[in-house]
């Protein structure tokens, strides 16, 4: 299982954001439909050996947003279907335990402090992605390695204290700034390849 967390600074925890003007209305929640897209959609098919957990901090209450490839079922790969999946979540009451909304997809609240406590509860080894950390291709990436990863604005310096407590590794792609979803398709193939992936 490959692991994404992305953190949606301002991002909305509510539903009533415009399918018309995403962008415009969620707190640039598009970035995080992309961000599903890279972690899940393949030319024929969904990797149902990832998942992804989207932190929404654009609200009164933060809220986590959890994509299960095991079982998500109505994902498509435009970005439309997948805002209008996240706000069907947005819709429930959010408690500290998850709530399932339609198939693989799950809605809690908390924010980053509570979803580094349920990754170190997991065991999971935690990277976090930035451009200047160790280069990927000479990283260990142990199966079950869980990659975070910042917005369109980055990381706040108290969110990488956090990560650094944890112990987190700082993975990079290379020097040049990339967009959140392209660094998770990134991510992608390079596990493929280690694992020598060739069919869906
Ligand atoms: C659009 S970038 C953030 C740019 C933001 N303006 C900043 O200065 O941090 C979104 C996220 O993708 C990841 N990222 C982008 N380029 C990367 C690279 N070359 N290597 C590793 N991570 C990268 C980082 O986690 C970053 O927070």
Redesign the pocket.
């Given at each position: 299982m490959r692991t994404f967390i992305v953190v949606g600074h301002k991002a909305t925890t509510s539903p009533n954001f415009s399918l018309e003007d995403i962008p415009g209305t969620s707190g640039r929640l598009d970035i995080l439909c992309r961000c599903i897209n890279g972690a899940f959609v393949l030319s024929h098919g969904i990797r149902h050996d990832a998942q992804i957990y989207l932190i929404l901090l654009g609200g009164e209450k933060p809220k986590i947003l959890w994509l299960r490839g095991e079982d998500i079922k109505h994902l498509n790969p435009d970005e439309r279907t997948t805002a209008a999946l996240l706000k069907k979540a947005l819709a429930l009451e959010a408690g500290p335990e998850w709530t399932q909304s339609t198939p693989g997809i799950f809605v809690r609240s908390g924010g980053l402090p509570e979803m580094v406590e349920s990754i170190k509860a997991l065991g999971s080894n935690l990277k976090?992605?930035?451009?200047d950390?160790t280069d990927?291709r000479g990283a260990a990436l142990p199966d079950g390695s869980s990659f975070?990863?910042?917005?369109?604005?980055?990381?706040a310096p108290e969110e990488e204290s956090l990560l650094k407590e944890t112990g987190a590794e700082i993975?990079?792609?290379?020097?040049?700034?990339?967009?959140?979803d392209?660094?998770i398709v990134i991510i992608n193939n390079e596990l493929d390849r280690r694992e020598k992936k060739s069919v869906t």
């Open positions: 976090y992605l930035r451009e950390g990927i975070i990863l910042g917005d369109h604005v980055g990381m993975i990079s792609l290379g020097l040049v700034s990339l967009h959140a392209h660094c």
